[in-house]
């Protein structure tokens, strides 16, 4: 299926790493690798050096925005051959920073790629709809709405499940093939506290800030700025400066990449 | 009830401010004003000298630990009398650092005390009970204990329900006037996260560290370290060194402070 992998020749089969990993995106400057500024693949590929004292490239299932958190980001490498029995998940979590953490390891093939490999992913998104205050423990967690008209939001989003051209819910900066997805289901549903809502979205996925992009208009839909048919008419003008701000990174977060059955833990 | 508030003489009645708190205990060295360390007492004092142009004194319910949190934390103040017409949860939360959120505030009289006419105070202790993680959004919140028998804790924790000298559940440091103290109910609940278990805890008072206590005896028997009866030993022995370990600051929360109904919003 993916025919970008290069084959490594080498008298053992290659073995691939799947890890599972929640992190709190606070302290981050996002996912990807950058030279002078702490991201998460930047201190796994860190701890991964340490453990098997030479460079061990990482490759997420895509990347999470600066201030995202995740639940469930999946990510890969390939297993030094004289490191066949390292305890993965245990060894990771001994030496990364307790900001992540890695959930579960498993041992797959070379075919399973974190990201060519996926089917779906699943973004949470949690709004504070109280107007006066934010819990100082869900501070770094939320977006502080306020009140917001839930019938309305839940109305608009009907009108975003399905597969559609997302172009007008991108930003800038990333170059692909198509922007089409199909988004499966968007469900609003009692967030952590009383005073949060959480608006949960499926897709086979997603654009450049598209999560934050359709809770903007959602938002703006439920603030009554935009009536809920409005959302059809975003994605048929096809051009994001007519729709409305992108949402927080914060209240964002990577709950679940799925695979197909067998690149699953039993 | 209270005779140890001073009357104060002046021309208008005493106006006093109950506020209620929620903290993120996790950056503060406990409630309690030091003169070197922040503390939520000293960062609500300096906001209430910003907005007054002098000193004013505010009296907590009771004060909570380095690192133990609140959602529901009760204090009081005298309001200066050129200061009627202050808005103060709106004026304390544009001052206040965003880990300290004033969640209400009301008008009351002379009468009040946040410490004195407190009825009843709820705790909740948040359990991990995943032995090889932490979600990092919850690091600072739970006390990883991994996989513990629920079943003996709830036999061990009705045998503290009641009126009972707490003595063997006090951390020394502070002098009271009997250690009796009437825990009204303890119940266990599901956290935030399925892996979390919730302890909430309610009684007309608590002696130093006696949440944290409880706790830690109750997971001494969810460890199957000590039988559940063991928990009416501790207590008829009423001696801190033959009781289990305090349990971390970090999974506490003061939930809740209950005052007589004259004291309530409406």
Known sequence: MDKSIKVVKSAQPVVRVKLTLAYDGSGFHGWQLQPDAPTVQGCIEK?????????????????????????????????????????????????????????????????????????????????????????????????????????????GSDLLVGKHDFRAFMNSGTEVRSTQRKVTGISFIQGLYPQELAVRITADGFLKQMARNIIGALVSVGRQKNHWTKLSRFLSDKTRPLTPATAPARGLCLEKVEYPEKYRAH
């Open 47 to 155: 701890a991964l050096e340490r453990i098997c004292s030479r460079p061990v490239r990482i490759h997420g299932s895509g990347r999470t925005d600066a201030g995202v958190h995740a639940l469930g980001q999946v990510a890969h490498f390939d297993q030094p051959e004289n490191k066949a029995s390292v305890p993965w998940q245990k060894a990771l979590n001994a030496i990364l920073p307790d900001s992540i953490r890695v959930t579960r390891s498993l041992i797959l093939g070379p075919d399973f790629h974190a990201r060519f490999s996926a089917v779906s992913k699943t973004y949470c998104y949690n709004l504070w709809l109280e107007p006066d205050y934010v819990f100082p423990q869900r501070r770094n967690f939320v977006w502080k709405t306020g009140p917001l008209d839930l019938e309305s939001m839940k109305k």
